[in-house]
């Protein structure tokens, strides 16, 4: 297409121009043929030098004799194309999915702007901004910085196209990750974010760190793990849930193998290591043992019954443990406390014996009997056939929970760890344990001796038998005396030679 645009004659925009000599100019301008202003010299003479080349002005209108202007062709088909197609030609096409790169020109508190060459630019959420979660996009990117997106949607119900710079992190971060699974390599990464059950760790897209995993034993507190930058292995990786799975634990014991194997070699089943508890489980308690960690279980923490591992021991306790065992294909140390202690039955068997009186208090009864604590951690059971000379249908008839009495010990099993208790025949009196000896009077055997009958004890007898109907002379003489004891001992009952008489029918 070809557009010529012409003036009429008599609105010519231009007209010949001459310039007389003047004594201020050394050159007179003249048109020349072709109606073109040209400079001349202003004298005659020798020929000057001619002037140097000048790059060619752009081509303008023509005059004619009669001085009429003629302009140039201003429009000339030289793009090839429609003028759409050309402007259409300056922008850049994009598609769902696609990967873009642009510059930030603007930054508000919710989204992001992003000129990428389109007819309008690109909006990026907050959200779809970084892996992190509720985050200011002005922490995030800058003004004119060159981020790379990945396209969401070309356009939205408001017509906008939207972008994810966190979608592209995360395809371009794939491929890496993968690479490093396939090559066992170790990733790296800030701690971000503290989440049930373990961390998430910026490796280019979410990684999650378990705790248990976290360190060679169990972390409870994360949090001042947050900002760290933290080196772990790959130990799960599920593209299609986004699903990446770390373990700190993995790399450390990597590092540390060599380490591990010459310390578990020089470890010795029987020898005895002090430790600090690094951490209090409902199994038993783990032990740091300055180089690996060690297991006591519940069963080994106490000679006593232990209903929780928390009870006997908490996290930074200085422990003095045995080696029970070393498995070297698990790389696993198992540990007993109780027996670096003195063993409670061990002591009491040796401190007692079949025949002596002890003191103790009911803990529980059963069909068959009650249980009597006699010592620390040592239970016994007086069966229901030692609890009076009369028959006894139930405990309940003669004994209650939490009552103190003296009993006599006439078993003493200790490879069994039991013992045999009998309130009939500590009624009987005989000898007294080593422990009560200097509270209460004993003769040279050990067997408690009565003390002289009170006047006070005498009259409550012998009011107790006339009002039964009894005759006074025959009252015992005192069998409830009893010495008194030292005041840092918990009084207890002397043993006496016979309980209060049995009512007859």
């Not at 990967?99 to 990026?124: A, F, Q, R």
């Not at 970084?130 to 396209?151: K, T």
Request: net charge negative; with cysteine; charged share 25%.
């Amino acid at each position: 297409m070809h557009v010529s645009t012409h003036l009429p004659h008599q609105s010519c925009l231009f007209s010949p121009v001459r310039f007389e000599s003047s004594p201020l100019s050394d050159t007179a301008t003249t048109p020349d043929t072709a109606g073109q202003a040209t400079d001349q010299p202003a004298t005659s003479g020798d020929t000057a030098p001619a002037p140097a080349e000048t790059p060619a002005a752009p081509q303008m209108g023509t005059f004619d004799d009669e001085g009429n202007y003629t302009p140039r062709e201003v429009v000339s088909d030289d793009l090839g194309m429609s003028f759409a197609d050309a402007i259409d030609g300056t922008m850049v096409t994009v598609e769902d999915g696609e990967m873009v790169n642009g510059t930030v020109v603007k930054i508000d508190k919710d989204e992001v702007l992003l000129d990428i060459g389109y007819k309008s630019e690109g909006v990026i959420p907050a959200r779809e901004l970084s892996i992190r979660n509720d985050v200011d996009p002005s922490e995030v990117v800058s003004l004119g910085d060159q981020v790379e997106a990945l396209v969401l949607t070309k356009e939205d119900k408001e017509g906008r196209l939207v972008l994810s710079k966190k979608r592209a992190q995360y395809e371009r971060a794939w491929g890496d990750i993968e690479a490093k699974k396939e090559a066992d390599e170790v990733v790296s990464g800030p701690v971000i974010e503290v989440v049930k059950g373990g961390l998430i760790v910026d490796i280019g897209l979410r990684g999650f760190l378990p705790a248990s995993l976290v360190e060679l034993r169990r972390v409870r507190d994360l949090q001042p793990y947050i900002g760290q930058t933290v080196h772990a292995k790959i130990i799960e990786l599920d593209k299609n849930r986004n699903n990446v799975v770390l373990s700190r634990r993995a790399y450390l014991e990597e590092n540390q193998r060599e380490t591990r194997d010459q310390f578990l070699n020089n470890l010795k089943v029987g020898e005895v290591r002090e430790g600090t508890v690094s951490s209090v489980v409902s199994f038993g308690a783990f032990v740091d043992l300055g180089g690996m960690d060690g297991l006591i279980h519940v069963s080994e923490l106490s000679w006593k019954h232990v209903d929780h591992p928390g009870s006997v021991v908490a996290v930074g306790d200085p422990v003095k443990v045995q080696v029970l065992d070393v498995d070297f294909s698990r790389e696993r140390i198992s540990l007993s406390l109780k027996a670096t202690q003195q063993d409670p039955w061990q002591e009491f068997a040796e401190g007692h014996q079949v025949g002596q009186l002890v003191y103790g208090r009911v803990t529980k009864l059963v069909q068959f009997g009650a249980f009597v604590q006699v010592g620390d951690g040592i239970e016994g059971l007086v069966h229901i056939s030692e609890m009076s000379a009369h028959h006894v249908d139930s405990p309940e008839q003669v004994v209650t929970p939490g009552e103190e009495l003296w009993v006599k010990i006439i078993d003493l099993d200790l490879a069994r760890r039991r013992i045999s208790l009998s309130i009939k025949q500590a009624a009987e009196g005989g000898e007294l344990a080593a422990e009560y000896r200097d509270h209460f009077e004993v003769d040279e055997a050990g067997n408690y001796v009565q003390g002289e009958a009170s006047a006070e004890a005498e009259a409550a007898w012998s009011e107790y038998y006339e009002t039964e109907g009894g005759d006074p002379a025959a009252a015992p003489a005192d069998p409830t005396a009893v010495a008194e004891a030292p005041p840092v001992e918990e009084a207890a009952p002397a043993p006496s030679d016979a309980e209060s008489p049995e009512t007859t029918d």
